[in-house]
C-alpha cells in the first residue's frame, strides 16, 4: 500500500478530500504523517482529528533547509511526498533522495502563471488580469526549478467572464482535487 506524507500550510482542503477518499475506500494508501511549515495550519486539526500524526517545522525556524528536516523526519516510512497547498521551497538533497517520488498541485496550467511568488489568489488575479479564457490546475513532479518539474496531470476548465479571483479559486481547487485524487491513484498503481 502506498505510503504517502502529507505536507500543507493552510487550510488542507487538498488533504481533507484525499482523507475522505481513501475512508470511502476510493484510494489504496495510507497518509503516515501530515508536515506543516505552519504552526497555526487549520490543516492540522484535519490530521488530528483523523488520527494521523502531525508534525510543524515552522519556516521561520528552518527556512531554505527545510528539506533537510523532512528527511529526518520521513527517514524510510514513506513512499510518496505530496505538497497539497504547502508553499515552502523545497531544496538540497531532499530532492536527489526522493527523485520523482515528490508531488505538487498548483492552481494552473504551468508554464503559465507558476514560479516563485505565484501562489493562492495571486494566480488567479493574473490569470483573469491576463483575459485568457482557459486555466486549470497541474500535478506535477517537484525538481530544483520551482514548479517546472515533469508534469503528471493537468486538468483545465474555461473562464466564462463572470469569475472573480476568489470564485475562480474556488472552482479551480475543486479541480485540484480531481487531479491530485487522480494523480495518487495512477502513482498507486504504478502506472506513472
Ligand atoms: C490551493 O489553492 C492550491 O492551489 C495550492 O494551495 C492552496 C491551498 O490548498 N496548492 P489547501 O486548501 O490548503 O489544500
Redesign the pocket.
Known sequence: MLRIAFL????????QYIINKINEKELNCVIKMVISDNPKAI?LTKANLQGIPSYVLDKNTYGENIGDEIIKVIKDKVDLIV????LSILKGEILDIYKNKII????SLIPKFCGKGM??IK?HEAVLNSGDTITG?TLHFVSPDVDMGTIILQKSLNITGEESPKTL?EK??KE?HRCLLEGIRLISEGKV
Open positions: 500543507i500550510s493552510g487550510t488542507g482542503t487538498n488533504l490543516g505538497l497539497g497547498g504547502f505538487n498541485i498548483h492552481p501562489y493562492g494566480v490546475c479559486q479551480v481547487l485540484e
